[in-house]
């Protein structure tokens, strides 16, 4: 009998992927999305006919349990959030509720509609904030530095909370920094890979950037998804770390991105107070091997082959776009 599942912020960075690896494994994927006039389908237009898009708000329980009913899923990922972290120090009273109290919703509806649905929730790094421990594990106490991190705790406790309360099947992912060429150009990765695309192609000069040293441990989505897929095969929900265990600074993000493009980072990027955060996380760096032992779980991409991937894509997309400018 064919598996259903469900992923809310299907049109998503990592909604994307997970689709496209649910659909190879004969999975019917349902994508939930919320009514809105600015949504964008771009990152799953090649997969578009292949996947049921069903209305549903995370702000809205009622919206959740129809959503559900109509989706009928054997697995739910809940993806959807307000995931950016700069966007949550403007809109922390939204980020509450759509990442943290959403996810409370979504597990009632569960409750409500079929509590044996295997549940993922997307938590994250951020979590850990002003990190207490190096590397960081699943057992490392979390102190997040931002709303969009203090929206993540709850939501993973919330999740912890209804797995113990009432035997649900939820598990939490605990992903570090994952990256590609699908990341929105708000985030520093996908910001240095398009302007690199840019400055080489002379479209600008300079790369505006807030502080260069936080190091973070970035990974390749296509392969993090994988691990959310796996976390729900298990006969037991638990939570896990996903991570690379190493770590980079922005500042090598920027040397390797530039120099990919043949360019001196030196001579394009300039720090702007702009995007500087009120409170900045310095060191995030995971700790996998309990995902690597349990699940069987293991990254293919290494941060300098994702590098170079981002910056060839958008020097393709740039190169692209200036021989189909908008009429």
């Not at 389908?41 to 996947?51: C, G, K, L, V």
């Not at 203090?150 to 909370?161: D, R």
């Not at 699940?295 to 082959?305: M, Y």
Request: proline share 4%; glycine share 6%; hydrophobic share 35%.
């Amino acid at each position: 009998m064919t598996r259903r599942a469900l992923i809310t912020g299907i049109t998503g960075q990592d909604g994307s992927y997970l689709a496209e690896l649910l659909l190879e494994k004969g999975y019917d994927v349902c994508g939930m999305v919320r009514r809105s006039s600015t949504l964008n389908f771009e990152r799953i237009a090649h997969i578009q006919e292949d996947i049921e898009i069903i209305q549903g708000d995370m702000l809205d329980e009622n919206s959740l349990n129809a959503a559900l009913r109509k989706s009928n899923p054997d697995e739910i990922y809940n993806l959807a959030a307000q995931s950016f972290v700069q966007t949550s120090w403007q809109q922390p009273e939204l980020t509450g509720q759509t990442t943290a109290i959403g996810v409370t919703r979504l597990l009632n509806a569960v409750r409500t509609v079929n509590p044996d649905i295997r549940f993922y929730q997307a938590s994250s790094s951020e979590m850990f904030g002003k990190v207490q421990e190096v590397p960081q594990t699943e057992e490392t106490r979390f102190w997040p530095r931002s709303p969009y991190g203090v929206a993540k705790v709850y939501g993973h406790w919330i999740t912890v909370n209804y797995r113990e309360s009432y035997g649900l099947h939820a598990s939490s992912g605990i992903l570090f920094n994952h990256e590609s060429p699908r990341r929105g150009l708000e985030f520093v990765t996908r910001k240095i890979s398009h302007h690199v695309a840019q400055i080489k192609h002379g479209l600008k000069t300079q790369l505006p950037l807030g502080d260069l040293d936080p190091q973070r441990d970035w990974g390749y989505a296509g392969d993090y998804v994988h691990a959310m897929y796996l976390m729900l095969q298990q006969d037991q929900p638990d939570d896990y770390v996903i991570a690379t265990n190493e770590t980079h600074s922005v500042q090598e993000f920027c040397e390797k991105a530039f120099s990919h493009a043949g360019l001196n980072w030196q001579d394009h990027v300039v720090q702007d107070e702009r995007f500087m955060r009120p409170a900045e996380v310095d060191l995030l760096i995971g700790d996998p091997s309990k995902a690597e032992k349990v699940l069987g779980w293991e990254r293919k991409v290494s941060f300098d082959q994702l590098v170079k991937m981002m910056v060839e894509s958008d020097l393709e997309l740039v190169e692209w776009e200036m021989k189909h400018p908008p009429r």
